[in-house]
């Protein structure tokens, strides 16, 4: 459906359908980029690999990239030759560890001075920035596998939604919970809002669990014998 439709129904659903409305465009498509925002996040992002925000150039000596504050979660990485990238995380980085010749693994931790082949993105080093190990000696660029919020917001009719169809719906829950909590002796009700807002989180979390599922048979088929 689009921004348009939805506010068409939301006018019909709240009997506001004459002038002058009780709730103006502007808080509608404002009340609907925030359902959309909110249930992205808390399904844990949009995948993507493709957008504009998803790539990350980086030049000779480039030690830290910023990355776009959209992001979530970085599942993987490759670079312009299509050469897998391995994400760690600060904590857990073992990637500058050496074996001996009994063996055993060290490990050194990491090394800011060390050049080299790019192999490693480090997160967690700093907020919305990714560290690039070992420096690179070359220009690049790196793709990278995302979770992500909304590319754009809901600001109008022309506006898209990027949440899939079948959800749309429900992100009407919370805009009606929000219309309804509106300071206003007028439309103000607690009551039908709580309920609104309860149908919006059972819809978030049977969507976040269709997600998993369906995560887990992608992993199931790759691994299988």
Known sequence: MTPSELLELFRL????THE?????????YAYLNEAQDLFVRLIGGIADRRSPLTKISYKIGDQFKKFDSRIL???GAFDQDQRVISIRNFDNFDGAGFDDD???HFVSGIDDTKTGELKFLITDVEAREIQLY???????YIRLFVYRRPEKPIENSSSELEIEEQYHLDLLNWVKYKALMKQDAETFDGNKATVFRQMFTEAVENADYAKRAREDRKRAVRFSW
């Open 102 to 104: 009994y063996g055993s």
């Open 73 to 75: 979660r970085i599942k």
């Open 13 to 16: 659903e709240l009997d506001d």
């Open 134 to 140: 070992p420096i690179p000696e070359n220009d690049g």
């Open 20 to 28: 002058p409305y009780f709730w103006s465009e502007t808080e509608f």
